[in-house]
């Protein structure tokens, strides 16, 4: 079965670095991964897909990265601000049916002023 | 914001009942799908629907069934409720399978007692 990973539980970093979170997954490459953002009590919101012909992708302070080598996902926020603070999820399409959309468990991101 | 709504947004219930979440879409979207969210296991994936009457399973279906009569409304039935089904339950949405990108509804607070 195809695994999605969110290594890290929770990370802390100050404000002004950059946050780097990753993902990563077992067996076939997905045809691409996606990211969101959940803030306490919502559901999760869309923020960036990258596809797996694609190196990198970028959206204003947002960069995500597609390794099929390491079979892994990174996600930059650079100058990272107190607002930026909530879970993120990464996400791929089951290798069985590309409907079924999977979840990693997470990572819990806090920017200390 | 996609129109997705969750009903009820919290529910209290005894172990053994039956208990119906329903999902409903403003946006004509193809696919609907149930995921529960618990600590430590981010989302996972119950059922999700490719069209009306046509569902299939997911990551941790055993306990949940599901129906969907009409394009707008996917509705998630447990027939006999138990201790380990408290959950927070999130319904989503997605227009098509070429990028999967879902929109989430404010979730639905289950607890069993």
């Known amino acids: 079965s195809q695994k999605i990973e969110q290594n890290s539980e929770a990370l802390n970093i100050q404000e002004g670095k950059t946050a780097t979170l990753t993902c990563n997954y077992t067996?076939?490459?997905?045809?691409?991964l996606q990211w969101y953002r959940q803030d306490p009590g919502r559901g999760p919101v869309f923020l960036l897909l990258?596809?797996?012909?694609?190196k990198e992708k970028r959206k204003e302070r947002l960069k995500v990265t597609f390794d099929t080598t390491l079979k892994q996902s990174l996600f930059h926020i650079t100058a990272s601000q107190p607002a930026d603070s909530a879970t993120y999820l990464c996400?791929?399409?089951?290798?069985?049916?590309?409907?079924?959309?999977?979840f990693g468990s997470g990572t819990r991101l806090s920017i200390r002023p | 914001d996609a129109g997705i709504t969750q009903s009820p947004r919290h529910k209290v219930t005894e172990t053994g009942t039956p208990v119906t979440l329903r999902c409903h879409q403003t946006?004509?979207?193809?696919?609907m799908y149930w995921y529960r969210q618990d600590p430590g296991h981010g989302l996972r994936l119950i059922h999700y629907?490719?069209?009306?009457?046509?569902?299939d399973k997911g990551e941790v279906s055993d306990g949940y069934s599901v129906s969907r009569s009409k394009t707008e409304d996917f509705l998630l039935t447990l027939e006999s409720a138990t201790s380990s089904q408290t959950s927070v339950y999130f319904c989503?949405?997605?227009?098509?399978?070429?990028?999967?990108?879902?929109?989430f509804g404010e979730g639905s607070r289950l607890t069993v007692l």
């Open positions: 996400a791929r399409p089951s290798y069985s049916s590309a409907s079924k959309i999977i």
């Open positions: 946006e004509n979207h193809r696919y």
């Open positions: 989503a949405i997605s227009r098509d399978r070429d990028t999967g990108e879902l929109f």
């Open positions: 990258i596809r797996e012909n694609e």
């Open positions: 629907s490719y069209g009306v009457k046509d569902t």
């Open positions: 067996n076939y490459s997905p045809a691409y």
